[in-house]
């Protein structure tokens, strides 16, 4: 069954070469209007519009470690992160993009130029062009850190090889004394010399108040002096407690010796003999003898009663009633001395007597060496805490100047460093005018004629699209519903049906 002509079709069918090739051969003239266009663009491009890139490079290192402002002589160093961070990469981007690197850029080598609407602006004074430029320099400027690297890549393209040199060379001066300056600001080395010179006065003021105590106090060392005198106030101490045990002990002696004087006699017995007088005895037995010799003769001669006899007789009993009574009443002979005991102990008393006015005196001038000693350890002691003050403070004023004397020299020599240009950074890549531009003219003619054949092409189709007349027999049908009897050819460029 045939299909009915004046049904409309549901789907359009896939063009095919020879109607795309129609319609570009219907839309030749936008094509060939937007194709020139497009590649004379490109052919201005490529002769008068190349740019030449110039490529710095910067590298993020810790090759210089500077000691933080502190108050101690030796400041400890980070040394915990030697690796360079991402924050510290971006930290560095920021500061090359910073307005004041770029407005200096501008004034130094005139980068930014004007944009097209700058004859509107003809009221702008320096300050807005330098603005204005600087921002325009900024926006022409790439800088980005390299993926795992501590490089930070900075390009600038300009139609002048030697421009764009100029500006990345002065981009990298006034970064690298931006860098000095934020990362060390200015004037350290000439607050420590401020601080040196004030911290050596306070020094000398120190000395001259410690030797002026000394000199009035007469304490060259007070606190040895007062150590030495409560060892010595110790040693008498000790001394006066001895003295007044030897004193007592002494006392007590004395008073034990004089009981003892008193109880014993100043003389002894030595000696007790008892004998007969022989002498005596001898004339006494001697007169006997010649009583009897005598009475004998008598006898011869007399009679015992005879007088003289009798006398005899007498003489002879009164001779031997004295022998008898010498005999029994013999010589008794008694030899005295001085008493040893009594001797000694008046001896022991005299000697405990001096030795006790010894320990008296003793123990009087040990007291008063005892009170003249806590008298000069109370005046050192209060001597040895002004004059510990002074020491202190004298030796805080020494530390304060030598740690300034450190601390400015230290700054001397990161200002010399930073004089010679020793910093955490570094120029890796110097810019260079390059030789060749961005894109090679023949790159860019051959871009511009696909660009200009897709341009055209795009163009013919869309003026195609939205042309509403219609092209064949078919739009008739589609659109119309409604058959065609006949079709005639194109007529001063409209197709009548």
């Not at 320099?137 to 002048?160: C, Q």
């Not at 003249?372 to 003050?389: F, K, N, P």
Request: glycine share 6%; aromatic share 4%; with cysteine.
């Amino acid at each position: 069954m045939d299909q009915d002509p004046t049904h409309p079709r549901m789907q359009e069918p896939v063009p095919t070469l020879r109607e795309l090739a129609a319609v570009l051969f219907r839309r030749r003239r936008v094509f060939v209007c937007v194709f020139g266009l497009v590649l004379g663009a490109a052919v201005l491009y490529a002769l008068f519009g190349a740019k030449y890139q110039a490529n710095l490079k910067v590298l993020v290192r810790r090759g210089r470690a500077d000691a933080p402002v502190s108050a101690g002589e030796n400041a400890p160093l980070d040394l915990t992160r030697m690796a360079v961070t991402e924050e510290e990469l971006n930290s560095e981007v920021e500061l090359l993009r910073g307005d004041d690197i770029l407005r200096g850029v501008v004034k130094e080598t005139g980068a930014g130029g004007r944009d097209w609407l700058h004859f509107l602006r003809l009221s702008e004074g320096p300050a807005e062009r330098t603005e204005r430029a600087a921002r325009h320099l900024g926006k022409k400027l790439r800088i980005e850190p390299l993926k795992k690297t501590n490089l930070i890549a900075v390009s600038y393209a300009a139609d002048d090889p030697q421009a764009a040199e100029r500006v990345l060379k002065s981009l990298a001066n006034a970064y690298l004394a931006k860098h000095v300056v934020v990362h060390r600001p200015a004037g350290e080395s000439r607050f420590f010399e401020q601080q040196m010179a004030e911290s050596g006065r306070q020094l000398e003021e120190s000395e001259r108040r410690l030797l002026a105590f000394t000199q009035q106090h007469g304490a060259v060392a007070a606190g040895l002096e007062r150590d030495l005198t409560l060892q010595k106030l110790s040693e008498v101490d000790a001394s006066e407690r001895r003295t007044r045990i030897e004193l007592a002990e002494t006392e007590q002696r004395v008073s034990a010796l004089e009981d003892l004087v008193g109880a014993l006699p100043e003389r002894t017995t030595t000696q007790v003999r008892t004998a007969d007088n022989p002498e005596l005895l001898k004339v006494l037995k001697s007169n006997l003898l010649e009583l009897e010799l005598k009475r004998t003769q008598l006898l011869t001669k007399f009679e015992p009663n005879h007088r003289l006899v009798k006398e005899v007789d007498e003489q002879i009993g009164q001779t031997q009633s004295a022998i008898a009574a010498e005999e029994k009443s013999p010589v008794h002979d008694e030899t005295t001395d001085k008493n040893a005991h009594f001797e000694w102990a008046q001896a022991e008393l005299q000697r405990a007597r001096v030795d006790l006015k010894g320990l008296q005196a003793r123990a009087s001038a040990t007291s008063q060496q005892k009170h003249a000693y806590q008298a000069t350890a109370m005046r050192l002691g209060e001597d040895a805490i002004a004059q510990d003050d002074l020491v202190s403070s004298e030796k805080a004023a020494l530390d304060n100047y030598l740690l300034y004397v450190k601390k400015q020299e230290d700054a001397r020599m990161n200002d010399a460093m930073d004089e010679t240009g020793i910093v955490n950074v570094a120029i890796a890549e110097e810019p260079m005018a390059p030789a060749l531009p961005v894109w090679s003219p023949a790159m860019v003619l051959a871009v511009g004629v696909v660009a200009a054949l897709g341009t055209g092409a795009a163009a013919a189709f869309t003026v195609d699209y939205l042309d509403p007349a219609f092209r064949d027999p078919d739009d008739v049908i589609a659109y119309l519903n409604t058959p065609v009897l006949a079709s005639l050819p194109r007529t001063q460029g409209r197709l009548l049906a």
